[in-house]
């Protein structure tokens, strides 16, 4: 069925009425995502106003991204006899994550109208942006909310693999301080741990670094150093912690503000001993972040679980943490 329909670069007027037509139709079925902020910054108008919505909306994606740039492109899905069906909007991710080595291509938006569900314009679209990020040499990733299981599904059989996850924790008014361990100790870092323990950090930096490219370690270096330096100004504040039993280290929690939020505190680097994954160190490690987050008045406690974390999703999860989706990412890039 999927020959009755063709995939080509947005062009025309009525193409771009589609896109915008179309992409303001999905944010109002996703109002939570999108079609709220958008309503927060234009106070006065109203939900139902279609035209003044539009209009905005238009605006807004104009004034965000820049249609000229070469690594842009919005495909359309047309039938044969002309109907528009959907559309892929992609380009250069307008972020980059601290171990990210290069700025991969990102997908924005992957949209069938839903009239034309059913017949693979969704994985001939998919298809189009990924043959566009290979002949630029690059990976693919995309962000998918957790409760769209029909493109998981899609992008799993297409071999795009959860690359990180953000996971967060609003903390309630009535949190209570947690009983420590009986087997493991935590304290703060001392000062001749120091180098020790950022070199702990620094082997599980470079995992995440490599899980997208190879690069020269004297890069990893850099990222790692532009990583640390980021989080250390004056007004945030920070702590390591060290879960030990004896004398041994068997694992470290870095914490700290978020840089994106003053109320939001960011557990930035979890490591684990790979010898002793013993959930009990890692209840140690989140207990002593989170009751630091509360003591500095923090009101939630966020990471960016990365596949090559020692956690997994269900173990926070499982301590009450939300999960609104994942990043993907599929391998394009040669050499």
Known sequence: MTKEFQIRRAESDDDWDFFFNLSLSTMKTMRQFALDELLQNNPGVDVDDDVRLL??????????????????????????????????????RNSRDAWDAEIQQWIYDIVVDPRFYGNGIGRLLLEKAEEFSSKLNLNLGLFVHADNLPALALYEKSEYAVKQVPVSRVFPYDSQDIHPSDEFIVREIQDDEYDTIVQIEFDQFKKKVEF?????????KKLHQEHLEKYFNDDEKHQRFVVLNGEKVFGTIWVGSSGFNKLVAKMHEITIDPHNESGKIADVLINAA???????????????????????????KERGYKVPGFFMEKHLKSG
């Open 55 to 92: 209009e905005l909306h238009r605006k807004e994606v104009n004034d965000f991204f820049d249609f000229n740039d070469p690594k842009t492109r919005v495909f359309i899905a047309e039938r044969n006899d002309g109907v528009l069906c959907g559309y892929l909007w992609m380009g250069s």
């Open 212 to 220: 997208s490219v190879d690069v020269d370690v004297d890069v990893v």
């Open 290 to 316: 989170e009751k630091w987050a509360r003591e500095y008045k923090f009101s939630s406690i966020y990471v960016l679980l990365h596949s090559t974390d020692s956690l997994e999703v269900d173990f926070f």
